[in-house]
C-alpha cells in the first residue's frame, strides 16, 4: 500500500482519467471552509486533478485553469461554491490577501495551484497535494495533512482509494 504515514499518502497516476477519478474521490468529500493546495511544476497535472475534484463535488460548471482571472467559481446546486485559485501570477501572497480568502472559505471550497507561492496566506489548516511530471501519461503525488480537519479529509480518501 502506497503510504509513508499517516498523515502522508504517496500516489502514482498512470494517466490522466486517472488523475481525474483520483480527484473525483477527494472532491466529493469536501465541505464547506475546506482547503486544498496543489503545488507542481507547469504540466504536473493540476489542472486535470481539479477538473475530477470539481466534478466529483458536484458543479456541472467547465474547469478550466484561472491562470489569468485568478479565481474561477463554480456552483452547486445547494448553494455553495468551489473558488478555484491559480497563484501562477501572483507577484507575492499579499496580492492573495486582497482576495478576500476568509469570505471564499465562509461560502464554500478553496482549491489553490501554485499554493506555495501565497503560502504566508493560507489557512494553516489545509491539505497539500504535490504532484509531479513522471512521464508523458504519469504523474507523482504525495498528499500531506495540515491540521486536523486535513488529517481527517485525508483518512476518508485512502478509505474510497484503497478501501478499508
Known sequence: MPILDAQTLDFFSRSPEQ????????????QKGDVLCLSG?????????MQGIAQGWGTLDAVSSPTFVLVNVYR???GVNMYHMDAYRMADASEAEDMDI???????VLVVEWAERIEAVLPKACLWV?????ADEQRGM????????????LSQFRRRVFGG
Open 19 to 30: 488523475t481525474r477519478r483520483l480527484g473525483m474521490k477527494l472532491g466529493a468529500l469536501l
Open 41 to 49: 511544476d507547469l504540466g504536473a497535472g493540476k489542472t486535470t486533478l
Open 76 to 78: 452547486r446546486s445547494d
Open 102 to 108: 476568509d469570505s471564499m472559505l465562509e461560502n464554500g
Open 130 to 134: 504535490k504532484m509531479r511530471y513522471i
Open 142 to 153: 504525495v498528499f500531506s495533512v495540515r491540521g486536523a480537519r486535513s488529517e481527517q479529509l
